[in-house]
Every structure is written in structure tokens, then in C-alpha cells.
């Protein structure tokens, strides 16, 4: 078994092939979508071999170009001897490779190839099986060998006035990457998720007010304090605190709610806000990178007049990748007209 993986391109989209049984094609949907919510494209093969193309070259065509393989384990893939050859080219290929349990049954077939690998458990919970997938792979790109940087994988531009806002969250992102690119407003990439809860004790509308900080950088792992600390600035400097939070939008939060207006293309998964809690995976894309992509892991708590997140914010461009967790807090001020 080889103990070297291939090493993910941080400057793209990271890709899973998603090992499957026939039997449990749905399960292997859902979690295709958690992790297009989550920003890594997962990959079937019902769904994404083209017609008229030759299956056997497809499969091997992806697991090359795939980052890591999620084999979905059961009873009945246990024995299957396509699952078996898909994760013996991974193996070839050195893939990482991250086998999810959905029933808690044995190794029998695979035990030979799966003796060496730590389980995710889809049965304990889809969600924190999907944060564990999610984890490890961005975990391989930052783990991947680099010389120490002199200087931060990304440049960072000055702070003008907010072109992306994520709103009350109070995650205030500027473009921050090398070549001028910066989050513009842009035409909406979906809306809110059809199966979002909606909040059973709604928000003021009015004007909120916002306070940011970068609790801790986590990829690069090694960064000059200097550029640390411009980065921090850059991110925790709000020329204009203030957003507004329309009526509509408070009585119904939805992707409005981090990305006002729509402006930065935005999508929202998974959201749920209820409670007094509000957790969901924002997906944006980058204005003029077409490898671009911010994600963002929204934890928090709420009241009617006030927010508190602590978030894991992802960011990829053609330049690198930076990975970060903040801690957000907004508060309500007055309302609940936005206008002066």
C-alpha cells in the first residue's frame, strides 16, 4: 500500500470520486451535494459518464484527475468487485482515499485494502461525516510539502469600500489576491436552500452593525508576522460597519442575509436558522477568476437584535489558497426603516 498521495492543486476546485454501490446511488447523491455546498465537486459515475462514452476509461479518467476516493462502504459493496477495482487504482494512484461506514458491518472483502484507514461513520450523522470528508481533504492540501513562504501565498489590496459584503455575519472580505481580481456584485448563483429552515423568531429588520476578528490563520501554516498581521487588518478593518437588513429578509432570512442584494453571487446550503441557532455553508464565486472560490462554515447564535458567528472561511484563486477562522458579532442599532 503506498504511503505517498498525490498532492491537491490549491489553486482549483478540489474533486472526490464518490465509490458506490448501486444499491445506495441516492445516498451517494446527497452527499454529491453536501459537498458541492461545501465547495468540492463530487463525482458518479450514473450521473456524469457522457452518453456514448466508454465506462471503463471514464472511471479510469477520473480517479486520475480526482483528489481524493470516498468509498461508500456497506454489506453490499464489501463484496462488490467494481468498488474493489476502483479503490485498488486509487490506491495505484496514490489517492487519498476515505471510506465511509454506512452500516456498521465488518470488512470482509475490502478488509485487506481498508485495514490501514480511519472510518467516517455516515450513520452517526450525515453532517458531521461530511465535515470529516471536508476536513481531510483540504487537510491534504495543507499538509502538502512547501518551502516556507517569505511572503503570504496571496497579495493583499488595500481595503476600499467593501465590494463583497457578507453582510451581518459581519464577514467583510475584500478582494484580496494577486492580479487586481476583487469580489464584485455579480448576477445571484442561486438563493437560499429549498429545504432551509426558517427562523421561528425572526430578526429586527433596520440597521445592523458589525465587529470581526481573524481568530487564527490555518493554511499557510507557516506565514511572516508581518504579512499575519496586514492580513488580519486587512480583515478586521470595516470603514463602514453598517448594513441594512430589509423587512422581507428579517421576517425570512436566506442568502440575502450574508450576501445583501445578492451582489457576490452567492449560494447557501444546508441553512438552518431556528432556535436561537444559525448554522449553513456559503459558496461564492470570485468576480474575473474562473478558478476562484470563497466557502464559508457558518456556526452561530442569535436574538432579535443580535449575531454571533464563529466561522471556517475557505478562500481559492488561480494565486493560492488562505483558510481561516473568524469570529463574527453584529449587533442591532435602530430601525426598522433602512433609509435615512
Request: charged share 20%; net charge negative.
Amino acid at each position: 500500500m503506498s504511503d505517498a498521495q498525490t498532492t491537491p492543486d490549491p489553486a482549483r476546485r478540489l474533486s472526490a470520486f464518490i465509490s458506490h454501490h448501486s444499491s445506495q446511488v441516492a445516498v451517494a447523491r446527497r452527499l454529491k451535494t453536501l459537498l458541492k455546498e461545501r465547495g468540492i465537486d463530487g463525482w458518479l459515475a450514473p450521473d456524469d459518464i457522457a452518453a456514448g462514452t466508454a465506462f471503463d476509461q471514464a472511471i479510469l479518467d477520473q480517479i486520475a484527475r480526482s483528489d481524493a476516493i470516498v468509498l461508500l462502504f456497506c454489506a453490499q459493496s464489501d463484496q462488490s468487485r467494481h468498488v474493489k477495482r476502483e479503490l485498488m487504482l486509487g490506491e495505484d494512484g496514490s489517492k487519498q482515499i476515505l471510506p465511509v461506514r454506512l452500516e456498521d458491518v465488518p470488512a470482509q472483502g475490502l478488509a485487506y485494502w481498508l485495514k490501514d484507514y480511519q472510518w467516517i461513520d455516515w450513520f452517526a450523522g450525515e453532517e458531521q461525516a461530511v465535515e470529516r470528508i471536508v476536513a481531510a481533504m483540504t487537510g491534504a492540501v495543507a499538509s502538502a510539502p512547501a518551502a516556507p513562504p517569505s511572503r503570504p501565498p496571496v497579495a493583499v489590496k488595500p481595503w476600499l469600500r467593501r465590494p463583497l459584503t457578507l453582510g451581518v455575519g459581519g464577514l467583510a472580505l475584500a478582494g484580496l489576491f494577486a492580479g487586481g481580481l476583487w469580489w464584485t456584485g455579480g448576477t445571484s448563483g442561486g438563493g437560499g436552500d429549498p429545504s432551509a429552515a426558517v427562523a421561528d423568531n425572526p430578526i429586527e429588520p433596520g440597521i445592523w452593525t458589525s465587529k470581526r476578528e481573524v481568530v487564527k490563520i490555518l493554511f499557510p501554516e507557516e506565514i511572516a508576522p508581518e504579512y499575519e498581521a496586514q492580513f488580519k487588518q486587512l480583515m478586521e478593518t470595516d470603514p463602514d460597519p453598517e448594513d441594512c437588513i430589509g423587512e422581507k429578509v428579517a421576517a425570512k432570512p436566506d442568502v440575502e442575509l450574508f450576501d445583501p442584494g445578492k451582489q457576490s453571487a452567492c449560494t447557501i446550503g444546508s441553512f438552518k436558522m431556528n432556535g436561537g441557532r444559525i448554522s449553513g455553508y456559503l459558496n461564492c464565486k470570485i468576480a474575473g477568476d474562473p478558478n476562484g472560490n470563497l466557502q464559508v462554515t457558518v456556526r452561530g447564535t442569535y436574538t432579535r437584535t443580535s449575531m454571533e458567528f464563529d466561522n471556517v472561511v475557505t478562500m481559492q484563486t488561480s494565486q493560492g489558497m488562505v483558510r481561516f477562522r473568524s469570529h463574527e458579532t453584529s449587533k442591532w442599532v435602530r430601525g426598522p426603516s433602512c433609509m435615512a
